[in-house]
């Protein structure tokens, strides 16, 4: 089970730091995704970090300003985003899998949250 937090509003330029906590010891050797959902869109990848942190991957339009980590010890990943513009507003899940290379694509991915809204004013 997977379960987000720390959405909420933000004025443009603003940060915010969202945490996904995992239940059960599989996490630790998952890779892990964060995915993100706007209305009346498709359903975005944004960043991906594989199990001992030795793969990162972003998205272009978030590179440089979103960082994705983990703490296994804590079993919970991260997501900080700074300098946020409104269009990055939308529903971010974050996501597991159990393959080692961490994918790009939503059904590479098994286990799902149900997201958090972050809302990014102008």
């Known amino acids: 089970q997977l379960v987000e937090s720390g959405g909420g509003l933000v004025q443009a330029g603003g940060s915010l730091r969202l945490s996904c906590t995992a239940s059960g010891r599989a996490f630790t050797t998952q890779s892990m995704a964060w995915f993100r959902q706007a209305s009346e869109e498709e359903r975005e990848f944004v960043a991906a970090i594989n199990w001992d942190d030795s793969i990162i991957i972003y998205v272009d339009s978030v590179r440089g300003r979103f960082t994705i980590s983990r703490d296994n010890a804590e079993n919970t990943g991260y997501l900080q985003m700074n300098r946020l513009k409104p269009e990055d507003s939308a529903v971010y899940y974050c996501?597991?899998?159990?393959?080692?290379?961490?994918?790009?694509?939503?059904?590479?991915?098994?286990?799902w949250g149900p997201g958090t809204q972050v809302t990014v004013s102008s």
């Open positions: 996501a597991t899998s159990t393959a080692t290379l961490p994918g790009q694509l939503w059904n590479d991915y098994t286990y």
